[in-house]
């Protein structure tokens, strides 16, 4: 049973102006588990199709196997392993993972605590004075940012100009040919070069000098797997270094945002600490920050609900609606911290299951702990806050709060 | 009184005993509570102390690295239950619902759980198995006192039996540095579960580890020295070898001889089972009020035409224990089947092994994606043109979708190319061992003539 969802549903979801609350627009999409677009793409939308398809092998992340390979698609001669398969992605996340987790480096999230705590009070001790305070510039962009950077060993003085990189780059992925210039995609290939340009640089003073960061590490270190490239080890970093930019982010500040907007949880937050492990698990359900996976191949003929996806079809996987699909998750559209049964899909699942997961997590418990211990009785400006042009790395681009007797 | 009546009275004020304290029993017990049975709950166990898990008792136990009584396992809520721990059950009475306690006690029940598992099957010599070095491994003290062995540096250890517990003993010497040898009847480790060609695999796994394996043998004496200490083994085709520690990992035997004469029916096969749990009784008829979960059950699965399979799965004991908890304190229109595909790990060699499904219920299995030489692989098991199985080495994040095969009977071999699919694969037979394990002993036998006089009884010739 192919139906064709009418189109306006996804179009409508990509559009700016329903960035503040695309939920209801995903229950729409719900009603077609799996929609066939007029160009010939594949929505899906609901959590057991989502689940199915990201444990399914046939679904593939090299672009090499769409069949029309899309607008502004990375044309990479080495990508980062987000976007390749089997066996080249195991090989790649495997050397990776080798320097940030377990098991050979299991005490790389603990061992950043001291760096996490110290950011977040030096970040909040700032505010003191200030009227107002931008939650997203003040804190949720400078926390993340410096804490990939401590890690991969980039200089935090040159953030400023990998800051306009990442922006461009990220506008670029947004591109819409109809409506876009083309100067904007340009822009991004150049961010991208540069940005790769500067990365090979750190490396090329990084070789036969083993230290503590990761650049080092990957640049010095021989595993069962031999050791990555410099092509590979750019690919990497550059990819942990935009993930690290743009997620965190998002996850702290949707983060704040929930509270604010449910203040019995928040009051609940200031007496329990202890309730940020599960609510930092129901906001990776509520308001995840990355809402869609864009595109993903039919690497063979694949049949989800009765729906058979041909072979090179793009697959677009609605991530966020399936983490509100009341078939799975009981009373969805509630922010309930106590929720037990929360498998939700905030990080993915299978084998691109998220690299910086783990860390990810333990920033926003200590940045939201921080946040909600040390601010006096904080206010959102506005409602909803102005929201980021990309549906899908989803967030505020400012969120604007006061605090104190006002 | 409805019987809507009567379950509400006996939610409120009925007395549930379960026999085996163990995971599927205690996880039982928690999903009672979690139902909302508030009348009487009693737990019988033999062993003391506070039921603990076993899969880290070959694993982590071992390298010393969990120590055995740190395995206790997490309560997930209060269960207000009465212990009575350190005795065996030693009957069931269905006429008069008592459970007979080993020292003459007698425990009275509305509904009884049977999660009594199995227990080690110990080397069949016992003068043999008595010596000092020679070990098995289920409980706690098993474990406590072969890491103990096992850390005092002995020259080599033997172990018999190349399953998974025998596997994983092998990894973990050879993890420690410890000279290990392997005997195994079969033609390579492994087989019995998973078949000869994975087995293959995992010979080269354990040779690659410096394991002496030896296959198709089997050990006919355990040699002790004046002083009771075992020092070396005896081989069928005439080799010896010195060991001063031997592992037994020659599977389990159900603890159902407890149960003779209680009319059920239960044997050297478990007890068997509909799919929700409920004991048949030895004619094959539906017990009302007594629930089976674990490794001791023996229950029917549709997916597997029905055919009553029983697993020494960790998964399946606390599936089962949810499911046999549940209609415990259900009415019959409220009853779940317990339906879901078996799932089981091991670690071994730095190699995560898993599989779903039935593996042991194929003609065929083919390598569907990775590479074997890797040992980076998931292949799949089929029957008659339909997947039953898949295992993974170090690939179970794939697994997923193979359970969604076997649920929907997809066609076996799987006809679309992922990936990373090795070129040449093509399905090949999958060689168990043979029928001969399943036609061990009939142990009923039938009578009578009319339909109304038809009825069976248990025949303990066996063994
Ligand atoms: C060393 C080891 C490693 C394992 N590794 C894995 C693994 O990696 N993955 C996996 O999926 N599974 C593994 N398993 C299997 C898993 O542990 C079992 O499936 C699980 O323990 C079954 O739970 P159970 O409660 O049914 O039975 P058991 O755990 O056997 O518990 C039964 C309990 O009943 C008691 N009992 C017996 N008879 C009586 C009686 N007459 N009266 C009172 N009490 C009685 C027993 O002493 C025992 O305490 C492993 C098992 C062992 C031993």
Not at chain 1, 296 to 314: E, F, H, L
Not at chain 2, 66 to 83: C, H, M, N, Q, S
Not at chain 2, 92 to 121: K, Q, W, Y
Not at chain 2, 257 to 276: K, M, N, Y
Request: aromatic content about 6%; hydrophobic content about 40%; some cysteine.
């Amino acid at each position: 049973m192919t139906t064709t969802e009418k189109p306006d549903t996804l179009r409508r979801i990509l559009d700016h102006s329903s960035r503040a609350d695309p939920y209801p627009l995903y229950a729409e999409l719900r009603r077609t588990p799996v929609a066939l677009q007029e160009d010939g793409s594949y929505v899906v939308s609901t959590y057991r199709e989502l689940t199915d398809l990201l444990h399914n092998p046939h679904l593939s992340s090299d672009t090499r196997n769409l069949s029309h390979p899309t607008a502004g698609a990375e044309e990479q001669a080495t990508p980062a392993f987000i976007n390749l398969d089997p066996p080249a992605h195991d090989r790649l996340r495997r050397m990776a993972m080798r320097h940030f987790g377990p098991p050979h480096t299991p005490g790389l999230v603990t061992g950043l605590e001291p760096v996490l705590t110290t950011t977040v009070s030096g970040l909040i001790d700032g505010f003191a004075g200030k009227e107002q305070i931008d939650v997203v510039d003040d804190f949720a962009y400078p926390f993340p940012v410096n804490v990939i950077c401590h890690l991969l060993g980039v200089p935090r003085e040159d953030e400023p100009r990998f800051h306009v990189w990442v922006n461009d780059l990220i506008n670029s992925i947004d591109y819409d040919p109809r409506t876009d210039p083309k100067e904007k995609l340009e822009k991004g290939m150049q961010a991208r070069k540069d940005l790769r340009e500067y990365l090979g640089g750190l490396l090329a003073e990084r070789h036969g000098r083993p230290g503590d960061d990761l650049l080092s590490r990957l640049a010095n270190d021989d595993g069962p797997d031999g050791r990555m490239t410099d092509e590979e080890i750019i690919s990497t970093a550059n990819l942990l270094l935009i993930a690290g930019h743009e997620t965190t982010v998002n996850l702290i500040t949707n983060g704040m945002l929930t509270l604010l907007r449910h203040p019995q949880v928040l009051q609940r937050l200031r007496d329990e600490p202890d309730l940020v492990v599960p609510l930092v698990e129901e906001l990776l359900r509520y308001e995840p920050p990355v809402h869609i996976i864009p595109w993903r191949a039919a690497y063979s003929d694949i049949t989800v609900a009765d729906t058979v996806i041909p072979k090179g079809s793009r697959i677009m996987l609605m991530l966020a609606s399936g983490n509100r699909d009341p078939d799975r998750f009981h009373d969805p559209d509630r922010f309930d911290p106590d929720r037990r049964d929360n498998q939700h899909l905030g990080f993915g699942s299978g084998i691109h299951l998220c690299f910086g997961g783990p860390m990810a997590r333990r920033e926003t418990h200590i940045a939201l702990t921080e946040l909600v211990r040390r601010l006096d009785r904080p206010r959102l400006v506005t409602d909803p806050p102005p929201y980021r042009r990309s549906p899908v790395l989803r967030g505020p681009v400012h969120l604007l709060i006061e605090q104190g007797a006002g | 009184m409805t019987s809507a009546d009567n379950l509400q009275a006996f939610k409120r004020d009925g007395r549930i005993v379960v026999v085996g304290a163990s995971l599927a029993g205690l996880r039982a017990a928690e999903t009672l509570r979690d139902e909302g049975f508030a009348g009487s709950l009693t737990m019988i166990g033999d062993e003391l102390g506070e039921p603990y898990d076993r899969p880290p008792l070959s694993k982590q136990v071992l390298t010393g690295w969990v120590p055995a009584g740190g395995t206790k396992l997490p309560r997930r809520r209060e269960i207000d239950a009465e212990w009575l721990l350190g005795v065996p059950a030693g009957g069931l009475d269905l006429a008069t619902n008592h459970v007979r306690l080993a020292d003459g006690r007698e425990v009275p029940f509305d509904r009884v759980l049977i999660s009594t598992g199995v227990r080690a099957r110990p080397w069949f010599v016992e003068s043999e198995a008595a010596l000092d070095g020679v070990f098995v491994v289920r409980t706690r003290e098993h474990a406590e006192g072969l890491q103990r062995a096992l850390a005092a540096g002995p020259s080599r250890v033997l172990v018999i039996g190349a399953g998974f517990t025998g596997s994983e003993i092998a990894s973990i010497c050879r993890e420690r540095d410890i000279p290990v040898t392997v005997a195994e009847l079969a033609p390579a480790p492994l087989v019995g579960a998973l078949g000869a060609m994975i087995g293959e695999v995992a010979a080269d796994m354990q040779r690659a580890h410096g394991v002496d394996l030896r296959c198709g043998v089997k050990v006919t004496r355990l040699e002790g020295d004046a002083q009771g200490r075992l020092r070396r083994a005896h081989f069928d085709d005439g080799t010896t070898i010195d060991a001063d520690v031997a592992v037994v990992a020659l599977g389990g035997i159900r603890n159902t001889e407890w149960l003779r004469g209680s009319g059920l029916a239960a044997g050297v096969w478990g007890i068997a089972c509909d799919t929700g749990c409920r004991a048949l009784d030895l004619n094959g008829l539906i017990t009302d009020d007594i629930f089976v979960a674990g490794d001791v059950a023996r229950c029917p699965n549709p997916i597997y035409e029905y055919r009553l399979i029983s697993l020494e799965h960790w998964a399946n004991a606390v599936e089962q224990a949810e499911v046999a908890a549940h209609n415990m304190v259900s009415g019959q229109a409220d009853r779940w089947p317990h339906l879901t595909i078996p799932v089981f790990w091991s670690i071994q060699f730095g190699v995560n092994i898993k599989s779903v499904g039935v593996p042991t219920f194929a003609d065929e299995v083919v390598v569907t994606q990775g590479s074997v030489p890797d040992r980076r692989f998931v292949a799949a098991y089929g029957y008659r043109g339909r997947v039953t199985a898949a295992v993974s080495f170090n690939s179970a994040k794939w697994l997923d979708h193979y359970r969604q095969l076997i649920e929907t009977a997809a066609p076996f071999p799987p006809p679309c190319p992922t990936p990373d699919q090795p070129a040449d694969s093509k399905p090949a037979p999958v060689d168990f061992p043979g029928p001969a394990l399943l036609a061990q002993g009939a142990t009923v036998v039938v009578t009578g003539h009319d339909p109304s006089e038809r009825r069976v009884t248990a025949a303990y010739q066996h063994r």
